[in-house]
């Protein structure tokens, strides 16, 4: 969400999916899916080659609990989180309750199934320890112009995990190490990736919703058993809310 935001952490929330996008976003609510948008000729982020045209990923509400993400969690200053989406494309709004952390999933970091389980403790009413939401950034539409990302991998009940990092990747034929060893050869390959997709949707046309009940009943991604991770904190008594979960988390703003 900020370029500014420490801790950065990981978590597998459903439902997600995600997508190599160069314009668009979108995400889902009891998981997500994820995907890259690009870019139209006439978008403002559309640029010619030479330029690189950028890579806007994003989550779009699936409805289907079997589309999971792996997102990084950033503890921000909450002024940042209203500065976020300014000038953003992709449709993107935030929500605080659409995507599900899945607690004890292994791509959870224990340092944020540390947190949230402290929070469901000092929270009264919650029975739920199993799964808890973050503010999560969503794309509000699925435009033609979006590009699923490609499933990483699918868990034995049957769970599509896809981030935005490697997924990007294999939808360029590449790697995300790549990424790292040879800069000029990841971004050639994400670019002919991108171009492809461009003309591959450049005649498509959005059209409006389809009358009538939806396929997938919207729902509430939590109900008042299950934590909302929306808690505004001063900096050192967040340090001191680690400290009651076992983590030592020292942020510069303390003393405030």
């Known amino acids: ?21 160069r314009t668009s976003e979108t995400q889902d609510i009891q998981r997500s899916l994820s995907g ?17 045209n950028p890579v806007n990923p994003g989550l779009v509400p699936s409805g289907d609990d079997m589309d999971a993400n792996i997102s990084s969690i950033y503890l921000v200053d909450r002024r940042q989180a209203a500065r976020a989406l300014l000038n953003e ?20 970091d ?9 929070a469901v403790a000092e929270t009264p ?6 799964n808890a939401t973050f503010l999560q950034v969503i794309s509000t ?16 009940d049957g769970t599509r995990v896809t981030d935005f990092p490697h997924s990007l990747a294999a939808f360029s034929g590449t790697t995300d190490e790549v990424r790292v060893a040879d800069a000029a050869a990841y971004n050639a390959a994400v670019e002919t990736a991108v171009r492809a997709g461009v003309e591959q949707t450049k005649e498509c046309v959005d059209a409006p919703a389809a009358a009538g009940a939806p396929a997938t009943p919207a729902r509430y991604g939590v109900d008042k058993f299950t934590k909302r991770m ?17 983590l030592d988390i020292q942020l510069p703003q303390c003393p405030n």
């Not at 224990?110 to 402290?118: F, K, S, T």
């Not at 490609?150 to 868990?155: A, G």
Request: glycine share 2%.
């Open 125 to 130: 009413g919650l029975t739920n320890t199993k």
């Open 89 to 108: 494309p992709r449709f993107l709004s935030m929500t605080p309750d659409l995507a599900k952390v899945d607690v004890d999933a292994e791509e959870t």
């Open 1 to 21: 969400m900020s370029q500014r935001a420490t801790p950065q952490t990981a978590a597998l929330s459903r439902p997600a999916t995600s997508g190599p996008q």
């Open 36 to 52: 890259t948008s690009v870019a139209k000729v006439a978008s403002r982020e559309s640029k010619p080659p030479p330029d690189l």
């Open 110 to 118: 224990a340092p944020v199934r540390a947190l949230i389980q402290q």
């Open 141 to 156: 539409w699925k435009s033609c112009h979006f590009l699923p990302s490609p499933v990483l991998y699918t868990k034995p």
């Open 230 to 246: 929306i808690d505004a904190y001063r900096p050192c008594a967040f340090e001191e809310f680690a400290t009651r979960a076992g």
